[in-house]
T-cell receptor, first 115, second 115 residues
Framework: DQQVKQNSPSLSVQEGRISILNCDYTNSMFDYFLWYKKYPAEGPTFLISISSIKDKNEDGRFTVFLNKSAKHLSLHIVPSQPGDSAVYFCAASKISSGSARQLTFGSGTQLTVLP | DSGATQTPKHLITATGQRVTLRCSPRSGDLSVYWYQQSLDQGLQFLIQYYNGEERAKGNILERFSAQQFPDLHSELNLSSLELGDSALYFC??????????????FGPGTRLTVL
């Protein structure tokens, strides 16, 4: 039962253009969403997050949009740079048993930015 | 920001064997999380410890166990290994736990290959 889905395994965009990575979730108990970036042979690194009480959060070239009614979020990267080429994971957070928070990850999207 | 530290980077072993993966959290972090990433899959949450105590359990098999020691480093023990246990195992750490959303800082992972 995949509660967080990234339906596009890969995405290629031209340098300077916009990259849009999508993520869908099914569990309405998720109240915080995060994007992580992963380079080969490294662990995931935190990129940007958004609380469920917001619909947009921006940090430099990165913007995350949340549509709660559609249970959908997206990450926009503008302008895209070759160094952005990596696997991007969407993650959703909710309080689990024992008041601890758990992250549920999507399967990732490989972004390739072409020079 | 640097993440948790993990050893070893690579581990090759045979079916039926037992291995131990080690994780040291970032300085000051009290929570440690373990994740498994199988081929083309997202990160699956296994277990979380906070200040030496188990706080949350995910999809962790009974053959797997973990603990967090007084110096806050953690070990993940995998026993009676099967071919399907071959995966990347990530450790992450964060400052707190509970209802607060904390950024998790990941280590580079241990690649386990079971032959």
């Amino acid at each position: 039962d995949q509660q967080v889905k990234q339906n596009s395994p890969s995405l290629s965009v031209q340098e300077g253009r916009i990259s849009i990575l999508n993520c869908d979730y099914t569990n309405s108990m998720f109240d915080y969403f995060l994007w992580y970036k992963k380079y080969p042979a490294e662990g995931p690194t935190f990129l940007i997050s958004i609380s469920s009480i917001k619909d947009k959060n921006e940090d430099g070239r990165f913007t995350v949009f949340l549509n709660k009614s559609a249970k959908h979020l997206s990450l926009h990267i503008v302008p895209s740079q070759p160094g952005d080429s990596a696997v991007y994971f969407c993650a959703a957070s909710k309080i689990s048993s024992g008041s601890a928070r758990q992250l549920t990850f999507g399967s990732g999207t490989q972004l390739t930015v072409l020079p | 920001d640097s993440g948790a530290t993990q050893t070893p980077k690579h581990l090759i072993t045979a079916t039926g064997q037992r291995v131990t993966l080690r994780c040291s959290p970032r300085s000051g972090d009290l929570s440690v999380y373990w994740y498994q990433q199988s081929l083309d899959q997202g990160l699956q949450f296994l277990i979380q410890y906070y200040n030496g105590e188990e706080r949350a359990k995910g999809n962790i098999l009974e053959r797997f166990s973990a603990q967090q020691f007084p110096d806050l480093h953690s070990e993940l023990n995998l026993s009676s290994l099967e071919l399907g246990d071959s995966a990347l195992y990530f450790c992450a750490s964060s400052l707190r736990t509970g209802g607060v959303v904390d950024t998790q800082y990941f280590g580079p992972g241990t690649r386990l290959t079971v032959l």
